[in-house]
């Protein structure tokens, strides 16, 4: 036994990779090669292992990758892992252990980069990484596109590869250090599949002569996941079945989720960790003067302002409340249902015709917002989904 051996780090790393090769849930299809690999097998957690790697994505067009966040453990959502594939195979980046990760970013923005479901993944690596990728190889879009109903990654890897693969950490917390070797395996699946399932999409794509239809919607999904999503103070705390809460309760809600929202960010919680939704609504319904709320995990501190905070909303003068949700927007006209019914039956004839679906083309909300003029066609359409719907001229109604 070396001196490396008796090191109880390396003991533990030794057996859990025992571990992962006995528990692992990646099966590889048979027509993949196996080969031992010189490269890290665990984290990437220094500039040492990331300078191993980075002649391996320079020599690649396309790298898959994937990201894990902790929004379930803390008030501000972080990337926790990175994961990459490539031809030669599959690592973790650790961007939490303080690594310089410039050039490794700097050498992404000259690749093509295949996600699957691109909007959260490209908001992730923007806010955590300062990265947008120049061009998007999007594996649901193009699922969807060729008219895949089942179109998750677990659905399209049991579909092409015969391989089930087994969801298991989607709500672990991937902030902790190390990470489990069932939670290494879920993170290494995430990525393992899309560089051959991308292949195998662009092949069925460019077959039916929809490889310019995708690029419009990847495109898209670039453009939208740059846009930053606002939340309106004004309205953040009207959260579901508060629809039929108004005058006095209404005041009292936007106290309760404002001292919530407080406590979140003070102690570094998800929201719902302090109250959830439903226990707001109860105390904006029930609560009168004198009333004295209390939580089996509140502390008296906790206690003692949640209260408060009610107690103000309760002596609130009428003037101060809340306004009445006003309902958004005009009852449509005859001309702009007929108009929405105009471009509803020229969606569903052109999504029989492709066998995609319909929503995947225009969704309701999108055809009832052009139909009565809120908004643009292309604002909310790329060019092929125009086209369908006849949307190069105006769309008349009859």
Same mark, same amino acid.
């Given at each position: 036994?070396?001196?490396?051996?008796?090191?109880?780090?390396?003991?533990?790393?030794? +057996?859990?990779?025992? +571990?992962?090769?006995?528990?692992?849930?990646?099966?590889?299809?048979?027509?993949?090669?196996?080969? $031992?690999?010189?490269?890290?097998?665990?984290?990437?957690?220094?500039?040492?292992?990331?300078?191993?790697?980075?002649?391996?994505?320079?020599?690649?067009?396309?790298?898959?990758?994937?990201?894990? $966040?902790?929004?379930?453990?803390?008030?501000?959502?972080?990337?926790?892992?990175?994961?990459?594939?490539?031809?030669?195979?599959?690592?973790?980046?650790?961007?939490?252990?303080?690594?310089?990760?410039?050039?490794?970013?700097?050498?992404?923005?000259?690749?093509?980069?295949?996600?699957?479901?691109?909007?959260? /993944?490209?908001?992730?690596?923007?806010?955590?990484?300062? #990265?947008?990728?120049?061009?998007?190889?999007?594996?649901?879009? $193009?699922?969807?596109?060729?008219?895949?109903?089942?179109?998750?990654?677990?659905?399209?890897?049991?579909?092409?590869?015969?391989?089930?693969?087994?969801?298991?950490?989607?709500?672990?917390?991937?902030?902790?250090?190390?990470?489990?070797?069932?939670?290494?395996?879920?993170?290494?699946?995430?990525?393992?599949?899309?560089?051959?399932?991308?292949?195998?999409?662009?092949?069925?794509?460019?077959?039916?002569?929809?490889?310019?239809?995708?690029?419009?919607?990847?495109?898209?999904?670039?453009?939208?996941?740059?846009?930053?999503?606002?939340?309106?103070?004004?309205?953040?705390?009207?959260?579901?079945?508060?629809?039929?809460?108004?005058?006095?309760?209404?005041?009292?809600?936007?106290?309760?989720?404002?001292?919530?929202?407080?406590?979140?960010?003070?102690?570094?919680?998800?929201?719902?960790?302090?109250?959830?939704?439903?226990?707001?609504?109860?105390?904006?319904?029930?609560?009168?003067?004198?009333?004295?709320?209390? #939580?089996?995990?509140?502390?008296?501190?906790?206690?003692?302002? #949640?209260?408060?905070?009610? $107690?103000?909303?309760?002596?609130?003068?009428?003037?101060?409340?809340?306004?009445?949700?006003?309902?958004?927007?005009?009852?449509?006209?005859?001309? +702009?249902?007929?108009?929405?019914?105009?471009?509803?039956?020229?969606? /569903?004839?052109?999504?029989?015709?492709? /066998?995609? +679906?319909?929503?995947?083309?225009?969704?309701?909300?999108?055809?009832?917002?052009?139909?009565?003029?809120?908004?643009?066609?292309?604002?909310?359409?790329?060019?092929?989904?125009?086209?369908?719907?006849?949307?190069?001229?105006?769309?008349?109604?009859?």
């Amino acid at each position: 036994m070396t001196n490396d051996e008796t090191n109880p780090n390396a003991r533990m790393t030794k +057996e859990r990779s025992k +571990e992962m090769l006995r528990h692992s849930d990646l099966v590889v299809p048979s027509g993949f090669e196996l080969r $031992a690999s010189p490269f890290p097998s665990g984290l990437i957690a220094s500039a040492a292992q990331l300078e191993k790697i980075l002649p391996l994505v320079e020599r690649s067009d396309r790298v898959a990758i994937d990201t894990e $966040a902790d929004s379930l453990h803390c008030y501000r959502e972080k990337l926790c892992l990175l994961q990459i594939s490539l031809p030669e195979g599959d690592f973790l980046v650790d961007p939490l252990a303080g690594s310089d990760l410039s050039s490794f970013v700097s050498t992404l923005t000259k690749k093509e980069i295949i996600l699957h479901g691109a909007d959260y /993944d490209l908001r992730l690596l923007r806010r955590g990484l300062n #990265f947008q990728p120049p061009r998007v190889f999007d594996t649901m879009i $193009a699922a969807r596109l060729l008219g895949h109903r089942e179109f998750s990654y677990a659905a399209l890897v049991e579909k092409f590869f015969g391989v089930t693969l087994t969801k298991g950490s989607q709500k672990a917390n991937w902030a902790l250090r190390p990470l489990s070797p069932k939670m290494e395996t879920y993170a290494r699946n995430d990525t393992h599949y899309l560089l051959p399932l991308a292949q195998k999409l662009e092949g069925e794509l460019a077959a039916r002569n929809r490889l310019d239809w995708f690029r419009q919607s990847c495109a898209r999904a670039i453009e939208l996941a740059a846009t930053d999503r606002e939340r309106n103070g004004e309205e953040a705390w009207r959260i579901a079945g508060s629809g039929l809460i108004q005058g006095r309760q209404a005041a009292i809600l936007r106290a309760v989720w404002n001292w919530r929202d407080k406590e979140a960010e003070r102690a570094d919680r998800p929201a719902f960790h302090v109250l959830r939704n439903d226990q707001l609504l109860h105390v904006a319904r029930t609560a009168a003067p004198g009333s004295n709320f209390t #939580f089996r995990h509140f502390s008296e501190r906790r206690a003692r302002t #949640f209260n408060a905070a009610v $107690a103000h909303a309760l002596a609130l003068p009428e003037a101060d409340w809340p306004d009445t949700r006003k309902r958004r927007g005009t009852r449509p006209s005859p001309q +702009e249902l007929r108009a929405a019914d105009t471009l509803r039956k020229r969606r /569903d004839e052109a999504a029989c015709a492709l /066998d995609i +679906e319909p929503s995947f083309i225009a969704p309701r909300a999108t055809i009832d917002a052009i139909a009565q003029g809120n908004q643009g066609a292309e604002a909310l359409l790329v060019p092929w989904q125009r086209e369908l719907l006849g949307l190069s001229a105006p769309v008349p109604a009859h």
